[in-house]
């Protein structure tokens, strides 16, 4: 077994390596996995994290949260001993030929409720950092699919997790998650390519253990980021309806505090909530400040002329965004100020009013601990690095990442085999009334011809749901489960796909939105978590590394980049979509530290990625061109 640690910047992809990639200063593991290996693995290890505003233990079998209740579980506020997660968990699906038996079917391979199929990697043992390389408090491990004897049907998945939680005000809300997800296709179908993989993320959210009675019957979920009125990339984000009617001005919502909170209107604790959300077009949107922008969007910030306002958090202080934005981003006018905005992608859960209950006990006031928290949780981030070479983005919409689908069903409707889990993760799991939650803009997708059709509504958008919540078709609050899918995406042998996300909690809707944008501003803030983004590393690079700087740039940038032996280096540039768009280097190179200039004059403005291909081993980084 060979294992070697090092420390840099970049994504290193080669077939049969689990390569596992953070921002600088975070540590890389790669290890060659014997085809069907099973025995040496590390033993199933709980840790928690607590350094921060919310508490959770996690598992490595790809669980988040306790179940059992013995360990904090989505803990909010810290100390408060009220818990909101039963357990979160890491799922994926995938159809076709790609098992060692060779026949077509639907597979699914998830880290489910008493059927964990997915355990620890041998050489990838939980480990727990206080502090760590990339954030006070951090975790790792690997996990995979391919022990037969808790998986009889692997497809070849070896998964690296790693969670981050921080103490500082304002960013001590959210456990951050990256994923990093192989294909070894020699423990499932060796050559065989995964077509069609989903990948997706399961919240069972019991809200919340303070409440003593039947706390985890009186929940609903709802979801962040549809927003059907926004097809127009070029100039608003407004969405017409058949009629000719925009979508902002037709929707009848109701935001409001519980009504029968002892609390006065002005008391933070007096949360607020919005109950009714489908409007008369059948289209559920809100829009409570009336600033033209859906409330499911994230507000980077305001342009009026020159002048650019950025948002702050009342209670941190804390700037959003001046210190790194997504550039895949949305501009949208109303009257002389343009909002830069992106799509919340949030899924989310909160307790509601008990049927049981004469009065409306919604976030339960009367309480000595309520339980006016609402949780989630948030993708920020997905793409893969080919292991052939170039990036796919395979869930953009204008250029941004979004999931395929958010599902929700109730304990009465568990899935169970893997055929019924993959419906459940394409969106396709029908509801009682035979409608589905997604996807919607997927209907021009080509892939595998098994693989579900796409669901399209009478009045479709870019954005892929519209039955975002139990409420949009009357079914009562109960106990519920939230399941936010990622792709589809072809996975090659040696394909790296990369997740980030993160579990957020807040105090009511409001302060769950402002902690889950906190999340987005802490990915691509240069000094605390981001691809491309993070803290320098002291530590001597071990490996061949790569450093792109100026980033953001606008004509001019250096690409720096060490090579640990001799041999043909090959550098080339590619755009968000994965195209070729320059070779700055194609040359023999001696072992040591390099450097070559990069003209980026006639790039337009935009996300890119530089790759080093040297010696077997590919290594890439990301920087933003800006040219306006």
């Known amino acids: 077994m060979k294992i070697s640690k090092t420390r840099y910047s970049f994504i290193l992809v080669l077939p049969v390596l689990l390569a596992v990639m953070q921002a600088n200063g ?3 593991w790669k290890i060659e996995i014997p085809s069907g290996q099973t025995d040496a693995r590390p033993p199933e290890e709980c840790v928690v994290h607590d350094i921060g505003n919310i508490g959770m233990a996690i598992t490595n079998i790809g669980m988040w949260g306790d179940p059992d209740g013995d360990s904090l579980s989505i803990e909010w506020p810290s100390e408060s001993l009220n818990n909101y997660l039963s357990v979160g968990d890491l799922w994926s699906c995938c159809y076709g030929e790609i098992t060692l038996t060779g026949v077509a079917d639907k597979y699914a391979s998830c880290a489910d409720f008493n059927d964990w199929e997915l355990r620890p990697s041998d050489g ?5 950092e206080n502090p760590g390389s990339n954030a006070p408090e951090q975790s790792e491990y690997g996990i995979d699919d391919w022990d037969t004897s808790n998986n009889d049907q692997p497809y070849g998945l070896g998964i690296f997790i790693q969670n981050y939680t921080w103490d ?6 959210f456990v951050a998650t990256e994923l990093t997800v192989t294909h070894h296709s020699d423990s499932g179908n060796p050559g065989v390519p995964l077509e069609g993989l989903v990948l997706a993320i399961q919240g069972d959210c019991d809200i919340a253990t303070a409440d003593s009675t039947d706390y985890h019957l009186d929940d609903l979920v709802y979801y962040d980021g549809h927003a059907i ?7 608003t984000f407004e969405y017409q309806f058949d009629g000719g009617e925009d979508a902002s001005t037709q929707d009848d919502y109701e935001y409001q505090q ?3 909170n002892p609390l006065p209107p002005g008391d933070p604790d007096n949360i607020f909530y919005h109950y009714n959300y489908l409007g008369a077009d059948g289209i559920p949107d809100n829009d409570v400040d009336q600033n033209g922008v859906s409330d499911h969007f994230t507000i980077m910030a305001r342009v009026t002329g020159s002048d650019t306002l950025y948002r702050q958090d009342p209670e941190s202080g804390v700037i959003l965004f001046s210190e790194g934005m997504p550039f895949y981003h949305f501009e949208h006018t109303v009257g002389d100020t343009t909002y830069l905005v992106v799509p919340r992608n949030l899924s989310y859960m909160w307790d509601s009013d008990n049927p049981g209950s004469t009065e409306d006990d919604s976030g339960e006031p009367l309480l000595p601990v309520m339980c006016n928290g609402f949780v989630g949780w948030r993708l920020l981030d997905v793409w893969v690095d080919k292991a052939g070479g170039g990036i796919d983005r395979p869930s953009d919409v204008y250029g941004y990442p979004v999931p395929i689908s958010h599902q929700w069903w109730n304990w009465m409707s568990e899935p169970d085999i893997d055929e019924e889990k993959y419906d459940f993760m394409w969106g396709k799991n029908p509801d009682l009334n035979g409608l ?6 997927m209907s021009g997708w080509v892939g595998n011809p098994n693989a579900p059709e796409a669901t399209m509504p009478q009045n479709q958008g870019p954005f892929p749901f519209v039955l975002d919540s139990p409420k949009h078709i009357n079914y009562p609050v109960f106990d519920y489960r939230f399941l936010q899918s990622v792709g589809p995406l072809e996975l090659a042998d040696g394909d790296t796909l990369h997740i980030m996300g993160g579990w957020v909690a807040g105090r009511g809707l409001d302060g769950l939105r402002m902690n889950a944008d906190l999340l987005l501003d802490a990915y691509h803030r240069d000094s605390i978590w981001g691809q491309g983004l993070g803290v320098e590393s002291t530590e001597p690079v071990l490996g061949n590394s790569i450093l792109i700087s100026p980033n953001p740039m606008t004509s001019q940038g250096v690409v720096s980049f060490q090579l640990t032996e001799s041999g043909r280096a090959i550098i080339t540039v590619y755009d968000i979509s994965g195209r070729s768009v320059a070779t700055v280097l194609d040359s023999e190179m001696s072992a040591g530290n390099h450097s070559v200039n ?8 935009g996300v890119y990625f530089a790759r080093v291909l040297s010696g077997g081993s590919s290594t890439v980084g990301r920087f933003v061109v800006l040219n306006r």
């Open 26 to 28: 975070t540590e890389l």
């Open 124 to 128: 990838y043992p939980l480990i727990y």
């Open 168 to 173: 500082t005000q304002g960013f001590d809300n």
């Open 229 to 235: 009125w926004c097809n127009d990339p070029d100039a």
């Open 258 to 260: 519980n009504p029968d």
């Open 436 to 441: 589905y939650s997604g996807p919607v803009y």
């Open 598 to 605: 990069l003209n980026t004059s006639a790039m337009g403005s």
